[in-house]
């Protein structure tokens, strides 16, 4: 009765080392995505910015070739 309930017991004692290693990684991985996701989140906003001053560029080339069309007439 005593071997089987040692035995019981190093059973579920390496079970909880298994499942705390296991949470560990899943903690690290956690981590990992909250910091992809910052980044990506980061990136958004600068292609966003790059974007509109692109789209107030093309605007601006567009106005003056305008002006430069009409001068030219």
């Known amino acids: 009765m005593v071997e089987n309930l040692t035995e019981k017991n190093l059973n579920l004692e390496e079970k909880v ?3 705390a290693e296991a949470v560990a990684d899943l ?5 990992v995505n909250e910091q992809l996701q910052e980044t990506a989140k980061e990136t958004e906003m600068e292609l ?3 974007h509109q001053q692109s789209v ?3 605007q601006n080339v ?3 070739r305008g002006v430069v069309e009409q001068r030219s007439f």
Do not use: G, H, N
């Open 48 to 50: 966003r910015e790059e």
């Open 27 to 31: 903690e690290a991985l956690q981590d």
């Open 62 to 64: 567009r106005k003056l």
């Open 17 to 19: 080392t298994q499942l």
């Open 56 to 58: 107030i560029i093309i």
